[in-house]
């Protein structure tokens, strides 16, 4: 089967960093996705690993080890719009879906 | 602003009421997805279409819902004799082609409640 963890709940501090990891169990592996969402709001795309390593794309990072099964969200310069649920997701069996993680509520403090 | 639409925003429903909803995907997307999240969980997958076909349905799927995409446009999800248990948001995202890099831009939703 299919599964992918991540924490529920992540806090941090305005203008720090905070990572969030995912791992995942999966056959035929495609990628690790990641999607932002806010409340009320569309999950909305925002990085892509299908080879290990780090993948930059301005404030945010991704990461992934395929050895590991694992892969991680960095955020770096926390702003308070970053408070949201993240996504974490690979290709669903049928390779035409996504699956996705329970979501990690980051929640940016002042 | 993803440019995948939804209709309606909101409905609430009467438990054995059929409801349709609409989903306006981005024009040149022939992959259209139905996605439905309850709260705190992720998107789970419903169903697949590419053009007018729909190609793939999760076994969430039950009977009582179809969806369709008659001219490879617009999709519609029809929830027949709705339950208690079907009260969710029901997202639509749609895609170019391969679905490379993941990448599935999605509507911010249809929110269900049954009553």
């Known amino acids: 089967g299919q599964s992918l963890e991540q924490p529920s709940e992540v806090t941090a501090v305005e203008g720090a960093i905070v990572q969030i990891n995912c791992t995942y169990q999966t056959s035929g592996f495609y990628g690790l996705s990641w999607y932002q969402q806010h409340d009320g709001g569309a999950p909305t795309f925002l990085s892509y690993?299908?080879?290990?390593g780090l993948e930059e794309t301005g404030r945010f990072s991704s990461f992934l080890s395929r050895s590991d099964s694992y892969g991680y969200l960095l955020l770096q310069e926390l702003q308070m719009k970053d408070s949201a649920s993240y996504f974490c997701a690979v290709r669903g069996r049928g390779a035409n879906n996504l699956f996705f993680g329970t979501g990690t509520r980051l929640t940016v403090i002042p | 602003d993803t440019g995948v639409s939804q209709d309606p925003r909101h409905k609430i429903t009467k438990r054995g009421q059929n409801v349709t909803f609409r989903c306006d995907p981005i024009s040149e997307h022939n992959r259209l997805y139905w996605y439905r999240q309850t709260l705190g969980q992720g998107p789970e997958f419903l169903t697949y279409?590419?053009?007018?076909?729909?190609?793939?349905k999760s076994r969430l799927l039950s009977d009582r819902f179809s969806a369709e995409r008659p001219k490879g446009s617009f999709s519609t999800l029809e929830i027949q004799r709705t339950e208690q248990g079907d009260s969710a948001m029901y997202l639509c995202?749609?895609?170019?082609?391969?679905?490379?890099?993941?990448?599935?831009?999605f509507g911010a939703g249809t929110r269900l409640s049954v009553l």
């Open positions: 690993n299908g080879l290990d």
């Open positions: 995202a749609s895609s170019l082609g391969q679905v490379a890099k993941n990448i599935q831009y």
């Open positions: 279409f590419q053009n007018e076909a729909q190609l793939e």
